[in-house]
């Protein structure tokens, strides 16, 4: 099983400031098939990124993906209010296609 | 518009079965992978089964593995997850979700998300 570790747990950042997101994994991640997700309170997760760098269809160009192998990042650029949320990485390279714990981005 | 409709989440015993259902429309459902996911109060995401469009393959996570069953009936065009032997620690929200490919045999991630249906194991 491929194991994604998450940092920082919280980001405390003010609007128009930019976030740098990491995410871990245990082993190789193969094709970059590695995606984020954002999620918000009440509501189902939102894809954002697919294949490590891809933007989802809808998502604004703030949001970037990068990296490979074992070592990817999401930076959000000029953080906007709705930006604000819980973010997750998921690998789906492999069976069983496990999930980050998770970045929470807060209004400082 | 392409949906997917989770429903079967109640309070239900310690040890008890419970089946869930997902309507999907909009879009080819045969041709995609499907997966549930949960998230138990205040925790993150967990994978908990996927299956291939046709069906001949899937699998769960350890933690659920013996106990659930992930099937799909593309003719209804629903995809479903029986549990058994439910614990305490499988309330959650169980989300039904679709896998997109991005290239052929790429996958690309999960693109579309029902709402969610609330399980609860309590004795």
């Known amino acids: 099983e491929i194991v994604l570790t998450q940092s920082p747990g919280t980001l405390s950042l003010s609007p128009g400031e930019s976030a740098t997101l990491s995410c871990r994994a245990s082993?190789?991640?193969?094709?970059?098939?590695l995606g984020w997700y954002q999620q918000k309170p009440g509501q189902a997760p939102r894809l954002l990124i697919y294949?490590?760098?891809s933007r989802a269809t809808g998502i604004p160009d703030r949001f970037g993906g990068s990296g490979s192998g074992t070592d990817f990042t999401l930076t959000i650029s000029r953080l906007e209010p709705e930006d604000f949320a819980v973010y997750y990485c998921q690998q789906y390279d492999s069976s069983p296609w496990t999930f980050g714990q998770g970045t929470k981005v807060e209004i400082k | 518009e392409v949906q997917l409709l989770e429903s079967g989440g109640r309070l239900v015993q310690t040890g008890g079965s419970l089946r869930l259902s997902c309507a999907a429309s909009?879009?080819?459902?045969?041709?995609?992978?499907m997966a549930w996911v949960r998230q138990a109060p205040g925790k993150g995401l967990e994978w908990v089964s996927g299956?291939?469009?046709?069906?001949?393959?899937?699998d769960n996570a350890d933690s659920v593995k013996g106990r659930f069953t992930i099937s799909r009936d593309n003719s209804k065009i629903t995809l479903y997850l029986q549990m058994n032997s439910l614990r305490a620690e499988d309330t959650a929200v169980y989300y039904c979700a679709k896998m997109f490919y991005s290239a052929p045999g790429t996958r690309g991630g999960m693109d579309v998300w029902g709402q969610g249906t609330t399980v609860t194991v309590s004795s």
């Open positions: 909009g879009f080819t459902f045969s041709s995609y992978a």
């Open positions: 082993q190789s991640v193969s094709n970059s098939q």
């Open positions: 299956i291939s469009g046709s069906g001949g393959w899937s």
């Open positions: 294949g490590a760098f």
